[in-house]
């Protein structure tokens, strides 16, 4: 069965740390994994990442992606209020195809 | 970019009543999409794919008597949740993919919260 599983599934940090998210994964016909950040309504695109090794970045934020240990990160340096959010890894592929969505890790950036 | 958007955006109702929620892609085509189910604190659970002139497909334990779905033209997808009850309160989330069709190019709409009484 296709999965997606992420950790830790809450985390509580001070303004200023730096965070690891996990997003590990086990699935068929794997084509991309995702990340997003969720606030109170839908989520918003982070990153795609499709190849091995190649960091992508976007301020504070950078993710990587590991195919042959099945496995993605995503950091978030000198964390910020802003950034309290669920974050969601989604995978792309599997036997039907689809999005398969992690459980999320819920960050909370404490002033 | 593309813009999906999702009305009401929340909803009150009493339980067996049922509710309409409607997904537009507002400046393009969008023959699938995508709808999901997320509770509080937990990830997104898709619950079926939308399809433009035929049936939706559903996710296997989502009943599909109970949340009707109809993509009546390009540009607009209805969920509806029927005889709703308190367990059915939730954030839904309709997304639509964008050119290629695959889901990593999807467009989220902002979601319509249910809550019922």
């Known amino acids: 069965e296709d999965k997606v599983v992420q950790s830790p599934l809450s985390l509580v940090v001070h303004e200023g740390d730096t965070v690891t998210l996990n997003c590990s994964y086990e699935?068929?016909?794997?084509?991309?994994l995702l990340w997003y950040k969720q606030e109170k309504k839908a989520p918003t695109f982070l990153f795609m990442l499709t190849s091995s090794g190649i960091e992508k970045k976007s301020g504070r934020l950078s993710s990587i992606l590991d195919k042959k240990e099945l496995f993605s990160i995503l950091n978030i340096t000198a964390t910020q209020t802003g950034d309290s959010a669920i974050y969601l890894c989604?995978?792309?592929?599997?036997?039907?195809?689809?999005?398969?969505f992690g459980t999320g890790t819920l960050l909370a950036v404490q002033p | 970019g593309a813009v999906v958007s999702q009305h009401p955006s929340r909803v009150i109702c009493k339980s067996g009543t049922s509710v309409k929620i409607e997904c537009r892609s507002l400046?393009?085509?969008?023959?699938?999409m995508f709808w999901y189910r997320q509770f509080p604190k937990q990830s997104l659970m898709l619950m079926a794919t939308?399809?433009?002139?035929?049936?939706?497909?559903?996710e296997q334990g989502v009943e599909k008597d109970k949340f009707l779905i109809n993509h009546a033209s390009l540009t607009l997808s209805t969920l509806t949740v029927t005889s709703a009850h308190p367990e059915d309160s939730s954030f839904y989330i309709c997304s639509a993919p964008g050119a290629s069709g695959v889901q990593e190019t999807q467009y989220f709409g902002p979601g319509t919260r249910l809550l019922v009484l």
């Open positions: 989604a995978v792309g592929g599997g036997a039907t195809n689809k999005l398969i």
């Open positions: 400046d393009f085509q969008a023959t699938t």
């Open positions: 699935v068929t016909n794997f084509r991309s």
């Open positions: 939308s399809n433009e002139g035929s049936k939706a497909t559903y």
